[in-house]
């Protein structure tokens, strides 16, 4: 990885997606294995894919094998993030806030943007469903997502929408989601039970249906 790339992401806010294998697998993965899963698996919906595989080797993006793992960065104007597929099965990203990157180094840590949240959850459970299918975990897999950088940060509901009456803030340093994903499970119902909790976190407890709509726009590209 590029040399400081990891503190850059922590002085975001950032999501942390840890996904491993609830059963050990019966065979480790080679490291040509861990990338070909990961780039089977990634999600491309909106422009940018999650999680994004660079075919760089400069200082904008790269990748090698290191231990156990491979591992894959990118440094590219608003994207800042990193995974990591690890031969046990067990994957690992990084990826900051595009509410932090695009905007002034004052307004850091303000703003979630509501939508770019369940746009952004949603493309972790679909990867996750894809991950347990190319590999295969065939007994599921423990879902950890972190949303790091939450201590007063205010949900923002997104340009041309309803702005929220009252400020829907959080003042937890870290925001922990966790799941055990079965094979199989419905990829876009897990995202929506998980963004419930996100979103409760900061005062918002909005209708499931709200969250569907969005979801639903997201999938049919009009984004």
């Known amino acids: 990885m590029k040399d400081g790339l990891l503190e850059k992401i922590r ?36 422009g ?11 200082e904008q993006g790269g990748s090698e094998r290191a231990g156990e793992y ?7 104007h608003t994207q800042v993030e990193f995974w990591r597929m ?15 990157t695009e905007v002034a180094a004052e307004a850091v840590g303000r703003l979630l943007n509501i939508v770019e949240a369940i746009y952004a959850v949603s493309e972790f459970t679909d990867f996750a469903g894809r991950l347990m299918v190319n590999v295969p975990f065939e007994t599921g897999l ?7 950088g939450t201590a007063g940060r205010q949900l923002w509901a997104g340009r041309n929408r309803m702005p929220f009456l009252d400020a829907k803030t959080s003042q937890a340093p870290s925001i922990v989601l966790e799941r055990r994903v079965a094979p199989g499970e419905d990829s876009q119902e897990l995202a929506i ?6 979103f409760d976190h900061f005062g918002w407890n909005p209708d499931p249906s709200q969250l569907r709509g969005d979801q639903a726009r997201f999938y049919r590209r009009e984004v």
């Open 11 to 46: 002085s975001y806010g950032h999501w942390r997606v840890n996904m491993r294998p609830i059963a050990t697998l019966p065979e480790r993965l080679t490291f040509a294995r861990c990338y070909e899963v990961v780039d089977r698996s990634r999600v491309s919906i909106r």
């Open 48 to 58: 940018w894919d999650y999680p994004h595989v660079s075919r760089r080797q400069d």
């Open 70 to 76: 491979f591992e894959n960065w990118c440094d590219w």
């Open 86 to 100: 690890y031969r046990s099965g067990q994957f690992l990203s990084y990826n900051a806030l595009n509410d932090d």
């Open 142 to 148: 423990h879902l950890d997502l972190t949303l790091n």
């Open 193 to 198: 039970g998980l963004l419930i909790e996100l």
